[in-house]
C-alpha cells in the first residue's frame, strides 16, 4: 500500500531511575512506585517522594487491573512508525492502586456494538501483548467483570 | 499576579501574514512581527531593553539583536509550549515592576506549516526512515518514554483522551459531545470570515460539514484541531510612564499568572482534567487580583490547540460548572451573538496556529475596539492557556 521504507520500533527510552520499570514492563508487569513512609504510589517514576526528600522509594508489582479513564480510537497515522497499524486504541487507565497510565487497550475480541467502544469504567486487565509502537508491553485487556462505579 | 493596579500596559502588537507555506524564515517573520508591533506602538528599536520569548522558538534573542539594532538589559523564556502566551506577559510585568526594563517585547514564530509540524510526531522522534528502532524520551506525554511506545504521539492524541473522558464526566453521548465541540469550530469559523488575517475566512464551516470531516482520534475530528501554519506574532508591553507619552493609550496589564502544580505542564494526562479544581484555584486569584470576577469579562480568548480546550478552559475559569460549558455552548455557541465570545479572532482552529501569542494580539485589538469582529461592549478580556493566563483592560 506504501512504497515508504519499513519504520523500526518505537521504544522507550530508558534510564537508571526507569530501568527497571521497562525490565519489568517488557515481561508484561507494571512496576510502581511506593513511599515507605508515606505511602504515596507513583507513575510515571521519580527519583524523589514528594512528601519528602528522606522518604524511600520501593519498586513494587502493580496488580494490573484497573478501570479506563478514557480512550482514543486513532485513525490517523501522525507517524510511519504507526501507519501500519492503524486504527489503534490508546487507552488512559487508573490502576486499582490509584496512578494513571498510558497504555494500548486490545480490540473487543466478541466484536460486539465494536463502533461504540467500551463504556466509562470499563474493567482492564493488563498483560503483555503487541504495544502499538510494535514492542511487546502490557497493554489492556477488557475484563470480564462490570464496570466500575464512574465519578 | 500583577496586584491590582495595572503595573505595564500593552502599547503595540504586529504580525507576519499568516499562511500555509513560506518561502520566509522564522527569523525573517520574527523580525517583521517584531517591527510593526514597534511602529503599531510608536516606539523604535533604540526603546527596547526587554526581550521575552517561548523556549521553543528557533529564533533567539541573539538574533533578534542582531537584526533589530537592539540594546537590552533583559531577557526570559517561557516553557512549556502553549502555556507561554499568557506567561510572556507575567514575565514582562515583573521585568517592568521591578524596574529592570521598561519597554518590553514578547514574540513567537513558528513555521508549523513548512518546517515543525506540531500535528506529527517527527519533531521528537525523528523521520523514522529505515528500520533502527525510535527512541521515546523523557516522561510527557504524548511521545515520551511512557507514552511513544503505545502510539500516543500529538498533543491532539492527548486531547482526545481529555475529550472522552469529559464525555464520560458529564454524562455526554457522542452525539451530544460532537453538536458540542462542533459548535466551538463553527463559531469560531464565522469569527474567521471576517478577519482579514485568519487562513480560513473564505471556507465557511456548518454542523453537517463539521460532522463530516474525518476521525483524526476519536472522538476528535479534522475540525477540531488547531491548523498548522506559518506566522509570527508580537506584542510591545511598556511601563505606565512609558505609555503614557505615547499617542494613544496602552491597554493595561490587570493580572497574569504562569500557574504550575503537579500534572499541569502541557498536555499531561496524569493530573486532574484541566477544570479541575487545582485550575479553578488560579483562576480565582488571577480574577482577585485583577479586582474582577470572571462575569466582567467581555472576551475570552482561550487556547484552542483543540475544541475541547475550549470547554475545559470556559469551566476553569469560572464561567461555568465542570462539566456543564457544553450544554450552553450547544445552544448559543461562542459567537458573535453569545453570551461570551471566544476567540474571536477565529482562534488556532481558523485564524492560524502561533502558539497562542495571535491570541494575545486579538486581545488587545478588543481592548482597543479594532478588532474584526469587535464586540460592542468594550472591556475586560481573559487570555488562558490551562494554568497560564492573564487579564487585559482598556
Not at chain 1, 507517524?79 to 494500548?104: F, K, Q, S, T
Not at chain 2, 510608536?42 to 528557533?58: E, F, N
Not at chain 2, 488575517?197 to 476528535?220: E, F, H, Q, V
Amino acid at each position: 500500500m506504501t512504497s515508504e521504507p519499513a519504520a523500526g520500533r518505537i521504544v522507550p527510552g530508558e534510564s537508571p531511575l526507569t530501568a527497571a520499570y521497562w525490565a519489568a514492563a517488557r515481561r508484561g508487569v507494571i512496576l510502581l512506585q511506593r513511599c515507605a513512609d508515606c505511602a504515596v504510589v507513583m507513575h510515571p517514576p521519580e527519583p524523589v517522594c514528594p512528601g519528602g526528600p528522606a522518604h524511600e522509594l520501593r519498586w513494587f508489582e502493580a496488580s494490573g487491573r484497573g478501570r479506563l479513564a478514557s480512550f482514543t480510537s486513532v485513525e490517523h497515522a501522525v507517524h510511519p512508525a504507526v501507519r501500519g497499524r492503524l486504527p489503534y486504541l490508546i487507552a488512559l487507565v487508573e490502576l486499582d492502586e490509584g496512578p494513571r497510565i498510558i497504555c494500548n487497550l486490545a480490540p473487543d475480541p466478541s466484536g460486539s456494538d465494536a463502533a461504540a467502544g467500551p463504556g466509562p469504567g470499563t474493567r482492564v486487565v493488563l498483560r503483555l501483548g503487541r504495544a502499538a509502537g510494535g514492542l511487546d508491553l502490557p497493554v489492556a485487556y477488557l475484563a470480564a467483570e462490570p464496570a466500575a462505579d464512574w465519578q | 499576579m500583577t496586584g491590582r493596579r495595572a503595573v505595564a500596559q500593552i502599547v503595540g502588537v504586529g504580525e507576519s501574514a499568516y499562511s500555509r507555506g513560506t518561502d520566509r524564515s522564522e527569523w525573517e517573520l520574527a523580525v517583521e512581527a517584531v517591527t510593526r508591533a514597534l511602529a503599531d506602538a510608536g516606539l523604535a528599536p533604540s526603546d527596547v531593553d526587554g526581550l521575552v520569548r517561548y523556549s521553543y522558538d528557533t529564533v533567539d534573542e541573539a538574533m533578534l539583536v542582531r537584526s533589530l539594532g537592539l540594546r537590552i538589559g533583559y531577557y526570559s523564556q517561557t516553557g512549556y509550549g502553549g502555556l507561554g502566551a499568557p506567561a510572556v506577559l507575567a514575565h514582562a510585568c515583573a521585568a517592568v515592576a521591578s524596574g529592570l526594563a521598561t519597554v518590553v517585547v514578547c514574540y513567537r514564530s513558528l513555521n508549523g506549516w513548512t518546517k515543525t509540524r506540531y500535528g506529527r510526531a517527527e519533531r521528537t522522534l525523528g523521520d523514522g526512515r529505515g528500520s533502527a528502532d525510535l527512541v521515546a524520551v523523557g516522561d510527557r506525554a504524548p511521545s515520551g518514554s511512557f507514552a511513544g511506545p503505545y502510539g500516543l504521539l500529538s498533543p491532539g492524541q492527548v486531547m482526545a483522551l481529555w475529550a472522552r473522558e469529559y464525555q464520560w464526566r458529564a454524562g455526554l453521548t457522542d452525539a451530544q459531545l460532537a453538536l458540542a465541540l462542533g459548535q466551538v469550530a463553527i463559531s469560531q469559523r464565522q469569527f474567521a470570515a471576517a478577519n482579514p488575517r485568519a487562513i480560513l475566512r473564505d471556507k465557511t464551516l456548518d454542523m453537517p460539514a463539521y460532522l463530516a470531516g474525518r476521525m483524526i482520534s476519536a472522538p476528535l475530528r479534522l475540525y477540531d484541531l488547531a491548523l498548522e501554519s506559518d506566522g509570527a506574532a508580537a506584542v510591545v508591553v511598556a511601563a505606565p510612564s512609558v505609555a503614557a507619552a505615547l499617542r494613544r493609550p496602552g491597554v493595561s496589564v490587570l493580572g497574569a499568572v504562569q500557574g504550575l502544580f503537579r500534572y499541569a505542564e502541557s498536555i499531561s494526562v496524569y493530573g486532574e482534567l484541566r477544570n479541575g479544581p487545582q485550575y479553578r484555584k488560579i483562576a480565582h486569584n488571577l480574577f482577585s487580583a485583577a479586582g474582577l470576577q470572571p462575569k466582567d469579562i467581555v472576551v475570552a480568548m482561550i487556547y484552542d490547540a483543540t475544541t475541547i480546550s475550549v470547554l475545559l478552559g470556559l469551566e476553569a475559569y469560572g464561567f461555568h460548572e465542570p462539566f456543564e460549558a457544553w450544554r450552553a455552548v450547544t445552544e448559543h455557541g461562542i459567537g458573535p451573538a453569545s453570551p461570551l465570545p471566544v476567540n474571536t479572532s477565529g482562534g488556532h482552529l481558523s485564524e492560524a496556529y502561533v502558539h497562542g501569542m495571535n491570541h494575545l494580539t486579538e486581545a488587545v485589538r478588543q481592548c482597543r475596539g479594532e478588532s474584526a469582529n469587535q464586540v460592542s461592549r468594550i472591556g475586560p478580556v481573559l487570555v488562558s492557556s490551562g494554568p497560564s493566563a492573564a487579564v487585559l483592560a482598556p
